[in-house]
Each structure stands twice: as C-alpha cells, then as structure tokens.
C-alpha cells in the first residue's frame, strides 16, 4: 500500500518526547510491514527527520509552550478564535487548505490517509475527510481537557479548558466516525470515543526503539531513585506533585531520588535527598542509573511510554495502576499501589535490596519482542479495513458538525492547547 502519514510533528530521528516515541514506532512497523510511506507534517527546530518514510515538511514549528513567549501563546488563542478551533490545530494554521490538498494531490496515487492524532487533521479536516482514513488517538484529548479545566488555577484557564474540550469532543466524534480504524495505545481509550466506534478500535502495543535495546546489567548505580518525564505537561506534573508531597515525606532522609527532565518550576521540597537535575544528555542511561523506577502516573488516558521503556531495560520498579495503562501484564520485579504508604515502603525495600547485592533486573527481551510482534499484526489487521465504508456525518470546516457532543468522562490525558506536544506519554 501507499499510506499518507499526516502529524502535527513528523516522525523524528531521536525521540524523545511520548508523542515522538510513538510517531517512530508507528512509521517503523508500516515500513516493516512493506507499506511506502509519505509523512506529511511539521518538523519541530532541532530534530532530523527519520528515516524510512518519505517526509513533505509543511516547514518548521515550535509548538511546546515551555519554548515560546507570551506574545505567540496569544496568537494561538487569538488564531483559534476567528477560526473557531482548538487552540493546539490553531498552532497547525501556518498554511492553508490550498497548500495542503495540493500536498495531497502530487502524492496520489495513495490507499488512504492515517491521521496521527487530532491536531493537524482538526485544523484540516475538511481536506482529509474526502479520502479513506485510520484515526490514531494518542489520548482522547477532550477528556483531558475537562479534567484540566477541573484542576486549573483560574477562572480565565478554566474556561479556556472547557472551550477547548468543546471543540475537541466535536473533532475526535468526526475523525473517528470517519475512520475505517481507530487505533488507541491504551484498552481503556477505545471506548473513549463511545461504543458506536469501538468495533473499529484497536490497541496499538508501543515499543520506545525498532531494536531490543541492549541489556546493561552492569551500570554503575548512581541514585536509589531515578525518576524522568516533561513534568511541564499537566498530568505528568499530577503524578510528580503526588509523588513528592505524598510519598517522598514517607521515604528514609539518606536515600537519594534523582528527578530529570523538563520543570518549568522547581518545587519547594524538603526531603535533604531529592535532586532536580533538568534535562540528561541521556535518558536510557539515567533511569539505567538508578536502583530502582517509580512509575508514578495519577490519572489520563493513553499508554505511560516510561513505563514501557522501564520494562525493556529489564529495571525494577514500583507502579500505580494508572502507569499500567496499555500493559497486559507487568514483569515479575513491577510492585503495583496506589497507597502513598505503600508505595514508600515497597521503594523503601526494593532499594534495600539492591543496596544489599541483589540488581533486581530482568532482560527486557522478551517483553520487546511481544510488543513488537503484537505492534506489528495490530497495524496488519487495521489496514486490512482501510476503505471500508464508514458512517461520517457533519464533517465541516475548522472542526465544526451540527451532531449533539457526547458527556466525556472525566480521565486525564494528553494536554490541550497551551500544552500539546508538550511530552504527550512522555517519558
């Protein structure tokens, strides 16, 4: 087949960030599979892009809040407005319609178009629905939304939030009637989108590199605790503010927890072990670095892509069942609670352990190559239905149908707006 890969970011050479992760995965497994591919999308500044598909750049973006100032968040909010769309497809509107379907068009012949989740196909909605099209929900966005309004700080933030779920529910109700299939990365999101859909729903198993990473039994421990993630994208900073009023307290004052990554601001703890170490040069050999993972997700929806990394380094780890999302069964050195008691203790005596001799390190192997496999005949199956008439009712314009919205449920997930793309199921 020839299949048109459309993202807000393209896939990239080194991810980093869940949403680019998962892009690579989905590119490697239809190139494996031997589909051409022709990616069609923004490259983020600073990334290469990856290899195995043929890439047509829409040029290129930065859409991380964290990276741009105030004066481009109120051009975002001002684009969405006049055009009445979400904010995170209003960041996508740097070209028009015209330039997209003549993208479209030099690339025909092609089989069908997979819209890789909802911000660039909401901004251009009214081109891609003409073709036969697979819908890649990486969360369902507008419940994420909702429970952001829920939590935000302000009465302006919190109507921006619920504005944007409004949009967002009406642009995820048209992509997946549309599609022939829905992938999701979590089993609990394919009936997210409701059960007239969810026949047509399948979970995507992620792996976080095409290769079996290889296994480093003998890395030095430098931290008892290693912890990464873009803690400036909402539910991430959730799980990090739970972990560090409600389980670090409980931990012993000598053990030391390493915390990586993006943190817009350094919250105020006073536990003398926590360091704040920003971004790594290497997040494989951080958490590698560590005696012990706490996987430490409080809500969403989609798949946790650290968690998935953690088990195919083979680290032992101690987990709350929302950071289990999309794993089928967690490996024999995973301890699961979600009680901030227990969950001190259990990293309390996982970390005695390792102190004590003993790694508590599996292989990831076999874990990686399940994924793999069961990655690569979901995609098989799902472009067996590409084509397949499909009931599409109210597609129009700028993310706008005249169809009632559903009552999205109230789980967290993928940032909207102000924070898309800003680690996504980050790592």
Not at 11 to 36: K, M, T, W, Y
Not at 340 to 367: H, I, M, N, Y
Request: include cysteine.
């Amino acid at each position: 087949m020839h299949l048109v890969f459309v993202s807000s970011l393209v896939p990239v050479e080194n991810p980093s960030s869940g949403f680019d992760i998962a892009n690579r995965a989905v590119l490697d497994g239809l190139c494996a599979l031997g589909h051409q591919v022709s990616v069609i999308g923004y490259l983020q500044p600073g990334q290469t892009v990856a290899p195995g598909g043929k890439t047509h750049l829409l040029g290129e973006l930065e859409v991380a809040n964290a990276k741009v100032g105030a004066s481009t968040k109120l051009r975002w909010l001002a684009k969405a407005l006049l055009s009445r769309t979400t904010v995170s497809s209003a960041k996508m509107l740097t070209v028009g319609s015209d330039r997209m379907e003549a993208t479209l068009q030099e690339l025909q012949p092609f089989d069908g178009i997979i819209l890789n989740s909802v911000q660039l196909p909401a901004a251009f909605a009214s081109v891609f629905h003409r073709h036969p099209t697979i819908y890649i929900a990486h969360n369902v966005e507008a419940d994420s939304a909702l429970e952001n309004a829920e939590i935000a700080s302000g009465w302006l933030e919190r109507m921006l939030f619920r504005r944007e779920a409004r949009h967002l529910e009406l642009v995820e109700k048209q992509l997946t009637q549309a599609a022939s299939t829905i992938w999701t990365f979590a089993e609990a999101d394919r009936f997210g989108f409701g059960y007239a859909v969810s026949d047509r729903a399948a979970v995507l198993p992620l792996i976080t590199r095409w290769e079996q990473p290889q296994d480093r039994m003998g890395t030095i421990v430098e931290y008892d605790l290693a912890l990464i993630g873009t803690w400036s994208w909402q539910p991430n900073r959730i799980g990090l503010d739970w972990f560090l009023s409600k389980v670090v307290p409980q931990l012993p004052a000598e053990m030391t927890i390493a915390i990586a990554g993006q943190l817009p601001a350094t919250p105020s703890v006073s536990h003398p072990g926590v360091r704040f170490l920003g971004r790594v040069p290497d997040a494989r050999a951080f958490v590698e670095a560590g005696a012990v993972v706490p996987l430490i997700s409080r809500g969403g929806t989609g798949v946790q892509l650290k968690t998935i990394e953690t088990f195919e380094l083979g680290m032992p780890s101690v987990a709350t069942r929302a950071s289990l999302r999309g794993i089928g069964a967690p490996p024999a050195n995973c301890s699961v609670t979600d009680d901030p008691a227990e969950f001190a203790r259990l990293l309390t005596e996982r970390v005695a352990e390792v102190r004590g001799g003993d790694r508590k390190r599996l292989s990831g192997r076999v874990f990686h190559q399940a994924q793999k496999a069961r990655l690569l005949e979901t995609l098989a199956q799902g472009l067996s239905g590409l084509g397949k008439p499909v009931i599409a009712k109210g597609f129009a314009s700028n993310g706008e149908n005249h169809e009632p919205a559903r009552t999205a449920k109230k789980t967290a997930g993928a940032p909207f707006g102000f924070a898309v793309h800003e680690g996504g199921k980050s790592r």
